[in-house]
Each structure stands twice: as structure tokens, then as C-alpha cells.
């Protein structure tokens, strides 16, 4: 009897155990090692889209503004600041109790093209551009002092043989330009933990030259929290093998290792793409746009081995990584539909277009419980 009575009270501890699992979300499996987090667009920031306010609710305690922080949105024309939509954004995180995250305060491809010149197009001083870098920073920052866990600093200055990318700032500043714009978030806000982010970063090339970039800045003096890996990735790249490597070396120069716009290309790309430049456009053509009426099984079954071989090496490094932050909520909305190509049907997201969660979903929270 006492032997039935044992095997019954197991039964119902495991059917209980698992159907609470199974009304868990991501931040529920993964939120005692990090936070899991979703890059939102401003309809979802309103509030206005209630099936993607339930899934940022149920799976995620992070969020991050994939547009309207960027400088040609916050300060169009010089000393012209429009806050509306970032206000909404750090609005809609408080009340869904949301770490959030700024993106982006230094970046050359989504600045204002004042930024770079004077009146008469020419291009400006090193003093003059440093005054308009930490007035734009200075500015942003001290807004939401207090209200933002941590900022990208600066996004994307490091090509991927390891040397500076010749941007304006890099240009008319010179190297230091990445050192001054960390020290003015900081004096912004004290508290705010703050971030350089870029993509590529499983090539070796691009580690060396970050973590070179790392130890600069600690020398330096200046806060730097976290390393943010964009994990764009693919179905054939990056390296798995360079790409963990990666997320060791940074980790042993002394931060911590985001993934911060992690999703999945699934379709075939154009011959020379590469890397995550925005300014990367294809002509399309049908043969970049094969699943237009949905991925087949066999593909969908790849694409969640594909997910799976990353998230197992985030489990064995979660000691070292504070944020895995999706680029996107569900496939409608994600900017893979029309880059590097426009016009084409992705599947690069844990959610499908009609806000159910993929079977990736379950697997992923399977591997943390």
C-alpha cells in the first residue's frame, strides 16, 4: 500500500511539475542565470498590439527600442530632440517591468548627416563633432537617468580584420572618439551599465581587434559592463566552434557577453553578402525567396537544430553571458523580410507570424529546467 501511495504522490508531482512548466515563459526557464530580452518596434511599444504585449509579458524581462533611439531619430536637425517615441518605449518597459536598454548613442549609419558637416558642407572639426557627440549623449542619457538599465554605447566601430572601421568619427576624431563618447554616458548617468556592440564578432580578426578595444578602454578608466555579440546569424555561419571562443575571450578580458540582436536568416543570400552592414541591398530575384507560403518541415526541423546549436553553447557559458536579447518579436516584424534583399518571406524568429511560439520555444526552456 505504502509503495501504490509513493508511485501516486510522483505521478502527481510530475504532471503538476510539468504543466507549470508548460505555462512558463523564457524569462521563467532562463531568468536566474540572464536576461532574455526583445528588440520592439514602436506599434509594439504602444501599446497598440496586444497579441505582442502578451508574449512580451509571458517570455521576456527585456527590452530594447529597435528604432527610435538611433540619433537621426532623436535629433534630427541640430538642437532639435524629439523624445516622443523614446519616452513611449521607456513608458511601456516601466509598466511591464522590463529591463531597458538604450540603442544606440554613437553609431555612423543611422546618424543625421548634419552630424559630419558645417552650413556649407564641409565637413566639420574634430572639436566641433566631439562638442555634438557628447551634447547628443549628455542629452539622451540624462533624460532617462535612472530609468535605463544599461546603453549601447558605441555600435559597430571595429571592421572585421580587427582595425578601426573609417567612419566619420573615426575619421575626424581619430581612435579616441570611442574612449570619449563611454566617458560621457558615464557622466550622464553614474549608474547606467554601458556596452560596445558590433557584428561578426565569431571572427577572429573582429575578437582580437575587440578585446584589444576592451583593454583600451579599461585603461582608459572608462566603464564598460558587457560586450554585445549581434549574433545575426545563419544557417551555414557563423563558425560555431570561433563564435564560442569569441564569447570565452571577452569574457576573460573582464566583462560580461550579451547576444543582443540575436536572429536566424533561414533563406539562401546573394553571392558577397556578409557581416550585418545595413547598406548591404540585392536586386531580388525568386531564387532568394523560396518559402512564400511557409517553411517545409524538413526546413523547420533544421532551423530548430540551427536555434538549439546556439542556445546550448549560451547554456554551458551562462556563467558569462548577462543578456540574450532577440532582434525581434515574431516574423512578421523582422527586418530580415527586407534586408539584405527586400521582399522576401523570413522565418528568423522564436514566434511565427500569427504569435504562436515555435517548437524551438519549448526545447529552449526544456534545456534550462
Keep these: 500500500m505504502n509503495n501504490i501511495k509513493f508511485f501516486f504522490i510522483v505521478v502527481v508531482f510530475v504532471l503538476v511539475g510539468r504543466d507549470t512548466w508548460a505555462d512558463n515563459g523564457l524569462k521563467d526557464a532562463m531568468g536566474k542565470d540572464c536576461l532574455i530580452g526583445v528588440a520592439i518596434n514602436q506599434n509594439q511599444s504602444a501599446g497598440v498590439d496586444p497579441h505582442a504585449t502578451a508574449i512580451i509579458d509571458k517570455h521576456f524581462n527585456s527590452i530594447v527600442a529597435e528604432n527610435c533611439m538611433k540619433s537621426e531619430r532623436i535629433q534630427p536637425r541640430e538642437g532639435f530632440f524629439t523624445f516622443m517615441a523614446a519616452d513611449q518605449f521607456v513608458r511601456f518597459g516601466e509598466q511591464h517591468h522590463q529591463k531597458i536598454i538604450g540603442h544606440c548613442l554613437v553609431w555612423h549609419s543611422q546618424a543625421p548627416s548634419w552630424f559630419f558637416t558645417d552650413n556649407s558642407g564641409k565637413q566639420v572639426s574634430r572639436e566641433v563633432l566631439i562638442e555634438r557627440m557628447r551634447k547628443h549623449i549628455t542629452t539622451l542619457v540624462s533624460r532617462y537617468k535612472g530609468r535605463i538599465h544599461g546603453w549601447d554605447v558605441v555600435n559597430e566601430a571595429i571592421?572585421?580584420?580587427g582595425s578601426f572601421r573609417r567612419s566619420p568619427f573615426y575619421q575626424i576624431i581619430g581612435?579616441?572618439?570611442i574612449e570619449l563618447a563611454f566617458k560621457f554616458a558615464h557622466e550622464a548617468d553614474p549608474?547606467?551599465?554601458?556596452?560596445?556592440?558590433?557584428f561578426s564578432m565569431g571572427k577572429p580578426g573582429k575578437r582580437e581587434g575587440v578585446c584589444r578595444l576592451i583593454t583600451r578602454l579599461?585603461?582608459?578608466g572608462c566603464r564598460i559592463d558587457a560586450v554585445g555579440m549581434q549574433s545575426h546569424n545563419g544557417m551555414d555561419y557563423p563558425n560555431l566552434k570561433e563564435y564560442e571562443k569569441s564569447i570565452v575571450a571577452f569574457s576573460k578580458c573582464g566583462v560580461k557577453v550579451m547576444m543582443t540582436e540575436l536572429d536566424l536568416n533561414v533563406l539562401p543570400n546573394p553571392?558577397?553578402?556578409?557581416?550585418?552592414?545595413i547598406e548591404q541591398n540585392y536586386e531580388y530575384q525568386q531564387k532568394f525567396n523560396p518559402y512564400t507560403e511557409g517553411l517545409p518541415e524538413e526546413m523547420k526541423k533544421?532551423?530548430?537544430?540551427?536555434y538549439m546549436d546556439f542556445f546550448k553553447i549560451y547554456y554551458r557559458h551562462r556563467d558569462k553571458i548577462s543578456r540574450i536579447t532577440l532582434w525581434g518579436l515574431h516574423d512578421a516584424t523582422s527586418w530580415l523580410n527586407d534586408w539584405p534583399v527586400r521582399g522576401r518571406t523570413n522565418y528568423p524568429l522564436l514566434f511565427d507570424r500569427d504569435y504562436q511560439a515555435k517548437p524551438v520555444?519549448?526545447?529552449i526552456i526544456n534545456l534550462w529546467k
Excluded: M, P, S
Design 159 to 161: 571592421e572585421d580584420d
Design 175 to 177: 581612435e579616441d572618439f
Design 191 to 198: 549608474n547606467a551599465e554601458l556596452y560596445y556592440n558590433d
Design 218 to 220: 579599461k585603461a582608459a
Design 271 to 277: 553571392q558577397g553578402f556578409g557581416g550585418a552592414a
Design 302 to 306: 533544421k532551423t530548430t537544430a540551427r
Design 361 to 363: 520555444v519549448e526545447e
